[in-house]
């Protein structure tokens, strides 16, 4: 079944389906691919954890604040990871030279960027779920207290990985493997405009309005309504869903465009450095 | 209404920046054909095959597949068509039945595990279907790249050194193989190689590129009485040391 005829927007479930199954397929023959998921969340969760812990015990502020470390590194990780997970499974077909088959077939883009989105959720739910049932054994931090709020956290930071994820592919789609590492370090601009482990007052006052663009400001801003003033901002999540259209919306144009100057530029046929 | 030809090709111009990879070509093809294209290294072999498969646009001209003009309307026949190469690699480690299963899923393809048993059977893939493709030898890596090509039993297939590091015994094979698909479908091949033992075997129409052009374009046998020679190899040799006009003459 194919929604949308012959045109290059038009949607088979089937051919959606081929792609996430060919990365199931790769990442159950790789127990490094496997183990590499879990691996740095975990680190990081405990880490940070225990900062906390000691921090905790020597100032009133945040013995109040309990879990906003772990909270923070928690959705940080769900916004990393879940960018790095689309985009990891993009690069596996340039690092395998399968990208000329790949656009040589009947797939279109936005069957390949669903099955990209779904399966960076696939590899985000086996690294991040057994780090956050760690985080209640080791600190006793259960992120799914959080409940409704954590849908709309999640919600937000996937849309804005997923942005992201969609415009890296697209350069390196159009500039080779030559653009790789951008993958590997976008994010982390976005880490300290975003005010991950501080509130956005922390930012000089001129940077302020910039981090109120980034959708994930938001979120980390309502994480510390929520553990700090017992708060639900339902507004600010609002905000960010806002934002997070326009975000996916340049994402996927720019995504489109660079594919279409790949094709003029010949890059599909050369896709190493 | 007769059916469109498989490819059409009409005035061609592809510049990479400021270079041209492909000047002013034109030829078609005819249903059920073999063609070589022939042509020493930057004749603009590759780029015509990418064009012809939508993964470049043109920068002029005009390039028709099954009656589709590319890339504009590729997906209305990009599922008739397929490409086999050993220089585009697949996913070393998925199976091989993996790589066909999601291959034929992509293009399609009703049936699927009897069409992969069918292709392992044709192509003696069946002892090899459980198997890493990554650990597989080329020779064997190349036919898992043919049943790729064919997973869809495309009208239209385009081959890049169909038979590139494969033994003589087994590139016979594979010879034999893509004639006999091309007679049972009524298939149209478009092959580009530089082995002249293969284009001879196959080919029923030959087009010599060179520098982007078409220096020559024949059946084998007119090709070697035009040029006086007993191969294709030295006519190729002729055109591809500019020899061509004075041979030829």
């Known amino acids: 079944m194919t929604f949308g005829g012959d045109s290059a927007l038009a949607f088979a479930p089937r051919r959606c389906g081929a792609m996430m199954l060919r990365y199931w397929y790769l990442l159950r023959s ?30 009133g502020f ?33 690092w395998a030279r399968n990208i000329g088959n790949l656009m040589m077939s009947p797939l279109r883009p936005p069957e390949f ?16 779920i057994p780090v956050t049932l760690l985080s209640i054994a080791f600190f006793g931090f259960n992120l799914y207290a959080l409940g409704l709020a954590l849908a709309a956290f999640f919600v937000n930071l996937m849309l804005t990985s997923w942005a992201v994820g969609i415009f890296v592919s697209g350069l390196v789609l159009r ?54 003033d017992r708060t639900f901002r339902a507004d600010l999540m609002l ?14 144009f720019a995504f489109l465009k660079l594919l279409q100057s790949a094709r003029r530029h010949g890059s599909l046929l050369q896709t190493g450095e | 209404m007769p059916a469109p030809p498989p490819i059409a090709i009409d005035r061609l111009v592809k510049v990479y920046k400021t270079i041209p990879a492909v000047d002013g070509i034109s030829f078609t093809l005819q249903q059920g054909s073999t063609t070589g294209l022939l042509g020493g290294n930057g004749a603009g072999k590759t780029t015509t095959i990418a064009t012809i498969m939508g993964l470049t646009i043109p920068t002029l001209g005009r ?7 590319m890339p504009r309307e590729r997906y209305r026949v990009l599922q008739r068509m397929n490409f086999e190469s050993p220089y585009v690699a697949m996913p070393m480690r998925l199976t091989v039945r993996q790589n066909l299963t999601v291959f034929g899923m992509l293009y399609g393809v009703t049936d699927l595990p009897h069409r992969i048993e069918q292709l392992g059977h044709e192509l003696d ?19 898992v790249a043919l049943a790729k090509g064919l997973i869809n039993a495309p009208e239209l297939l385009l081959l890049d050194e169909p038979t590139a590091s494969l033994d003589p015994d087994t590139a016979d094979w594979v010879r034999g ?45 007119k090709l070697l009485a035009r040029y006086g020679r007993r191969t294709l190899e030295e006519v190729f040799l002729d055109v591809a040391r500019g020899r061509a006009l004075e041979a030829a003459q």
Request: glycine share 6%.
């Open chain 2, 125 to 143: 893939l069946t002892d090899l279907l459980d198997r890493q493709t990554g650990k597989l030898s080329d020779g064997q890596k190349t036919r």
């Open chain 2, 63 to 69: 390039v028709t597949v099954l009656g589709a003009e």
């Open chain 2, 177 to 221: 193989r893509l004639e006999r698909y091309r007679i049972e479908r009524n298939a149209t091949l478009l092959i580009a190689s530089h082995n002249m033992t293969e284009v001879e075997r196959l080919c029923d129409r030959i087009i010599i590129m060179k520098r982007g052009r078409i220096e020559d374009d024949d059946t084998p046998a």
């Open chain 1, 239 to 252: 905000d960010a869903l806002a934002l997070n259209v326009v975000f996916f919306a340049a994402g996927v």
């Open chain 1, 30 to 59: 790789s127990w490094p691919r496997l183990l590499d998921l879990v691996y740095w969340p975990t680190v990081q969760m405990i880490t940070w954890g225990f900062l906390q812990f000691y921090i905790m015990q020597n100032a």
């Open chain 1, 113 to 128: 960027i669903t099955a990209l989105m779904v399966m960076s959720i696939v590899r985000l739910a086996v690294g991040v």
């Open chain 1, 175 to 228: 500039n080779g493997l030559g653009a790789e590492n951008l993958a590997w370090s976008i994010m982390f601009l976005f880490m300290p405009l975003t005010c991950v482990y501080y509130p956005v007052t922390t930012l000089p006052t001129w940077l302020q309005p910039v981090s109120w663009l980034l959708p994930p400001t938001y979120v980390f801003e309502g994480m510390r309504a929520l553990l700090i």
């Open chain 1, 62 to 94: 945040f013995a109040r604040a309990g879990g906003t470390f772990i909270g923070a590194v928690l959705l940080w990780d769900i916004l990393f990871r879940g960018q790095l997970g689309f985009s990891i499974s993009f690069m596996e077909e340039m």
